[in-house]
């Protein structure tokens, strides 16, 4: 239940769909497994996995759902030396080669062929909806497949107005800011991981681990122009996390001061430990959001559209 990484996403009009909405939307288009010629499948499951009943659980005015994806494995290798061998009998048959539509039919065939012997790769996205925050949140560390959910929900919705939120000034330049001026906000500590990147299509990469980002070392790095755009951080004393260029979060950690306080739940009630987890999860991201956006002077409802 706890989101290990994160893409966000702003509303540009207020989401007002209630949970009953969301709910009956979501279940117009449920998960079902590939059939044995179907390459992949996406569709919803429910929000709490096998201990739920519902596309969408609720807590605290923020809906989590889930998506699910199927991929049937085709190693591409594979195909490639099927449809050579096709071409190389093609030519020895027929004594000339073969034409690119008769590649892509043997290509098509062959995959058509392959496809009920093919694993499958299964895969859960969850995400949640804060209308109060005015942002969508994607636990996932790819923003292909978090913009795969968003097509997902929009599809259903037949509208999804999200888009990502980008500063006046560019992220990597606040980021560096933070070290040459050391105007990071108090809730705010630095870490000792960080990558730079030097001006230019083909600059320098520097990625340093267990190091002080207060060094010498460090600071010659600023000195050459160099760009800090990934920075390890803690936020107050309640989590730590990677912080990317384009607000993307990664390896997120919460600690054990935050994860202890639904100890008193009965580990027997599943359900009401999951939502417990749910709710005081997304009770702090929102508030982490809300002050990492401030960082680069912005909020989540920067882009909604004026009456």
């Given amino acids: 239940m706890w ?21 009956k939307h979501l279940c117009e288009h449920l998960f079902t497994p590939c059939g044995s010629t179907e390459l992949a499948h996406f569709g919803w499951v429910n929000a709490l996995g096998k201990h ?6 609720c807590a605290n005015d923020n809906f989590l759902i889930c998506a699910r994806k199927e991929e049937k494995m085709l190693p591409a290798s594979v195909i490639k030396d099927m449809v050579e ?17 008769e590649k892509e039919q043997f290509k098509e065939d062959i995959t058509f062929e392959l496809l009920p012997r093919a694993f499958s790769r299964i895969s859960d996205t969850h995400a949640y909806i804060s209308p109060k925050d005015n942002i969508i949140v994607i636990n996932s560390s790819s923003r292909g497949k978090a913009e795969d959910l968003l097509a997902l929900l929009r599809k259903v919705l037949g509208t999804l107005p999200v888009t990502s939120l980008e500063p006046d000034v560019a992220a990597d330049e606040t980021m560096t800011d933070w070290l040459i001026k050391k105007n990071l906000g108090p809730k705010f500590t630095l870490g000792m991981e960080a990558e730079f990147n030097a001006m230019g299509d083909d600059g320098a990469v520097i990625r340093v681990k267990n190091q002080d980002l207060d060094s010498d070392e460090i600071k010659s790095h ?12 803690e936020w107050d004393e309640s989590l730590s996390f990677i912080l990317c260029e384009d607000l993307a979060i990664k390896r997120i950690k919460f600690f054990d001061v935050i994860q202890e306080q639904n100890d008193d739940i009965d580990a027997d009630d599943i359900v009401a430990k999951l939502d417990a987890d749910f709710a005081l999860m997304a009770g702090e991201l929102n508030r982490f959001i809300h002050d990492l956006l401030a960082e680069f002077s912005l909020k989540t409802t920067d882009l909604l559209e004026k009456d």
């Fill in 52 to 57: 739920g009943d519902s596309s969408v659980h």
């Fill in 3 to 23: 989101f290990k990484n994160l893409y966000f996403f702003a509303f540009t009009r207020p989401f007002e769909w209630s949970e009953e909405t969301l709910e």
């Fill in 85 to 101: 061998e096709k071409v190389n009998l093609l030519e020895l048959e027929q004594g000339r080669g073969a034409t690119k539509k």
């Fill in 222 to 233: 600023l000195d050459a122009d160099k760009y800090m755009v990934k920075a390890a951080m």
